[in-house]
């Protein structure tokens, strides 16, 4: 879907992209000390670059339009499973990377991959980003591009008809009234299914968490690979039988945007979102180390973080803009869901427990 720029992003792209227009054009010698210094690259600049991400990313056609045409570089998209099989396989690639930059790095596997030395340490100074979102990673080493919260979500219609009331927290999900009716991703191949993993490690503690998985999983849970299958097959809005699905917090007006028939104006969206479950997901992109065009790459990532293409996520990607200067559209400010306090963990907290968690989490899920 394409949609117009406020006035003030615009002015905000505007500026990013004259500074970008500068540096594409050879550099400049007074450059400041607080500006990337990508002079080395640009009178070398590649005729593409290759922008890696998960299967789900789907930006707008004309996405890359301004990128391309101050730069003169294209972009070509290499897309390939969910955002814990891209992870897994850049660590395995780190140092002779498959493209030049990568989006889709989460907060849950932050630490792995900068642990895999996966990418080039490179310091965004576009304007506006979010200063609580950047401090996760004070070795620049990766720039928040957006953030959301995984939550459980119901199809308001599905469980009316079953005479049942929606869930309202963890307790409630692994009750027999609920038994057989919610689907997750996996944690050990999805990102969201990791998330809703250190969902309950948040909530319920460690240990804790483990004796609510032994629960659900007797309340017949569905495990599937990923986020794509839980909601777009099992799921009962896309013609599954379970009305409970792990998703987030921003799917609603994906909801109502998408909805076949139209919903009439004022309706509300057709499925609702369990806020106590809800735990906060940072999304990020990054320089792949061993690029053969790094300055290039970082230009293509100050691109991904500035105004002109965070304008496009809402109502593409279905997640929150990493860049403040952006206006949610009407559909997020009367369908989204952002819980006031959702779960979080530390970075360092989920890098010293992850391999175990979802290890655990296997061994009494999976079995």
Known sequence: MRRSLPSLAALAALATLATLATVACGGDDTTDDTTNDTTDDTTDAPASLT???YDSFTPPEDAFDE???????????????????LV???????????GDVLWGVDNTLLSRAIEGEVFEPYESTVAGLDPELSALVPGHELTPVSF??????YDVEALDALGLVPPADFADLVDPAYADLLVVPSAVTSSPGLAFLLATVAELGDPGWQQWWEELRENGVLVVDGWSAAYGIEFTRAGGDRPLVVSY??????EVLFADPPLPDGSPAPTGVVEATCFRQVEFAGVLRGTEHEAAAGLLVDYLASP???????????????????ELPPSFQQHAVIPSDPLRLDPDEIAAGRQQWVDEWTAIVLR
């Open 51 to 53: 922008l890696l991400s």
């Open 67 to 85: 990128f391309t045409a101050t730069t003169g570089i294209e972009v070509e998209l290499a897309l390939g499973g969910d955002a814990g099989e």
């Open 88 to 98: 897994a396989k850049a660590v395995l690639t780190a140092g002779n990377p498959e």
């Open 148 to 153: 959301g919260d995984v939550c459980i979500n």
């Open 249 to 254: 917090g921003s799917s609603p007006p994906a």
């Open 308 to 326: 002109a293409f965070q304008a496009t996520m809402p109502e593409t990607l279905f997640v929150y803009p990493a860049n403040t200067a952006v």
